[in-house]
């Protein structure tokens, strides 16, 4: 079966003309996309690593703070153990003597418990600070990479843009403007919903995007040239060359 020539087919043939440019087009697109998407991966990778840090020193910060309210508790004890003692010594009622000596003893222990205490929060503290070490040499290690692939994707982008614009510039170029506007509009809809492949050659009767065959009476249409055909399977705008 020949193909007629008709005004459809013409811009039939002017879209097959773009197909090409439009598929290198979308691949340039989504490389456009995904680019960025990726220094912003990384980039919160870094952020959430600093998060962990900073909590860290915060944590650490408390400790220290929670370490001078009990030095400044423990000071007043001792303040007060010393009245104490100056009471019991001036005081010659056993029974005050006896319940100073006791509350001394009281305080005494109160404060080695919360020396006790302080030592333990603070070497516990200090390891997680030390641990941190660590933690700050890789971040810094990651910093470097991360501007050096930060620097890799400003290239690539501004390349991707360098070839989206000749691309662009190719498309118009072979599009020119006498084409059928509805057949335009569904081309452009099937390139975005068909990752840049909006039309399928058909050969033997089958369409060479998905394998399907084509009916025999879709067969005729596309030999008459008259109608944009679509493939019944994938939905692509068939050609026949
Ligand atoms: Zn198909």
């Known amino acids: 079966m020949t193909i007629a020539d008709t005004p459809m087919q013409e811009t039939l043939r002017t879209l097959w003309g773009i197909q090409e440019i439009d598929r290198d087009l979308f691949r340039v697109q989504e490389e456009l996309k995904r680019l960025p998407a990726e220094r912003e ?48 010594e001036s005081s010659r009622d056993m029974a005050v003597v006896e319940a100073c000596r006791y509350e001394v003893r009281e305080l005494q222990r109160e ?25 700050e040499e890789q971040l810094s290690v990651e910093e470097g990479h991360f501007t050096e692939l930060s620097d890799g994707i400003d290239r690539e982008i501004s390349d991707a843009e360098g070839r989206k614009a000749d691309l662009e510039t190719a498309r118009a170029e072979r599009l020119g ?65």
């Open 41 to 88: 991966a990384r980039a919160k990778k870094l952020d959430e690593r600093r998060a962990q840090i900073q909590a860290v020193k915060d944590e650490a910060s408390g400790v220290e703070e929670r370490v001078r309210e009990i030095e400044n508790q423990s000071m007043t004890q001792r303040q007060k153990i010393r009245k104490l003692e100056d009471e019991s």
């Open 111 to 135: 404060i080695k418990r919360s020396e006790r205490l302080c030592v333990e929060m603070m070497v516990e503290s200090e390891e997680k600070v030390e641990g941190l070490k660590e933690v």
């Open 177 to 241: 403007g006498d084409i059928n506007s509805e057949a335009l509009d569904l081309y452009n809809r099937l390139l975005g919903a068909r990752e840049g492949q909006a039309m399928a050659l058909v050969d033997s009767q089958v369409c060479q995007a998905c394998y399907m065959s084509i009916p025999a009476n879709l067969n005729v249409h596309l030999a008459r040239g008259a109608k944009v055909i679509q493939c019944p399977s994938c939905d692509r705008i068939l050609i026949r060359i």
